[in-house]
């Protein structure tokens, strides 16, 4: 209380960090008297009148009112200090977030253009047969691109893959590798084999598995030629 005003402040601090008070003010004791302002302007050394004058000028206020706005700006000064903290939190865990995504984006990327580098025909598959993942070499070997195929059935996109759906889930239930090597198949009128490889795969409890195709055609043909040409020289040994 200076001179019959009154004021008020309250402070605004974020997570314990003061930031700005906020101040209210000034208004004027309602008890406050004449004579004890011109005893005021005597102490002060200020000109009676000039005081008085410019002291009848302030909006008077009863010490009962004058509590309950203080009251009310030090709970709106409360409140602006929790949402402010609110908000500086959020936008952390926003750019938390967003950094994490980045972060799971170049990854995703990384992983990708490790599969895609691949020679081999990698296929994501979930429990239900469905293509999760498509890479390069797929799209490379079968005309079909990674947006037709994801989502689709594994049978639908690849036909001849029909024999491998019980290795599927044989190796889900197992989590044990599954393989089924030089399968012979008919492509374009010609026989071709391929080596087939499932791997399991658990991921934040979706099951699924990963297969790889490997064209193994010419190493086969390198093999019955191989065969062949030992029995010609078992058959040459015998002839001479």
Same mark, same amino acid.
């Given at each position: ?15 314990? =960090? ?10 004027? !004791? ?65 750019t938390d977030r967003k950094k994490a995504e ?53 049978? =639908? ?7 491998e759906l019980q290795r599927i889930q044989t ?8 393989? !089924? ?14 080596d087939v490889t499932i791997y399991p795969l ?11 195709? !490997? ?26």
């Amino acid at each position: 209380m200076s001179g019959g005003l009154w004021d008020a402040g309250a402070g605004i601090a974020v997570g314990g =960090q003061h930031i700005v008070n906020w101040l209210i003010g000034q208004v004027r !004791d309602e008890n406050q008297t004449e004579e004890k302002m011109r005893a005021y302007a005597k102490e002060i050394g200020a000109d009676e009148e000039q005081v008085l004058t410019a002291f009848w000028e302030v909006p008077a206020m009863s010490r009962d009112q004058f509590d309950k706005v203080a009251q009310a700006l030090f709970t709106l000064a409360g409140h602006l200090s929790s949402s402010a903290y609110h908000n500086v939190q959020q936008a952390r865990f926003i750019t938390d977030r967003k950094k994490a995504e980045v972060e799971l984006r170049h990854l995703r990327n990384y992983l990708s253009n490790i599969i895609d580098s691949m020679p081999s025909v990698i296929i994501g598959v979930d429990a239900e047969s469905r293509i999760t993942q498509w890479n390069t070499e797929a799209r490379r070997t079968t005309g079909i691109t990674a947006e037709q195929a994801l989502g689709q059935s594994l049978v =639908q996109v690849i036909p001849r893959l029909q024999p491998e759906l019980q290795r599927i889930q044989t190796a889900i239930q197992t989590r044990q590798e599954q393989t !089924d090597l030089k399968r012979p198949y008919q492509q374009n009128n010609t026989n071709r084999y391929e080596d087939v490889t499932i791997y399991p795969l658990i991921a934040n409890g979706v099951e699924g598995v990963v297969i790889r195709l !490997d064209d193994v055609t010419e190493r086969v043909h390198l093999e019955e030629m191989m065969v062949q040409s030992e029995k010609m020289l078992s058959v040459g040994g015998l002839a001479a």
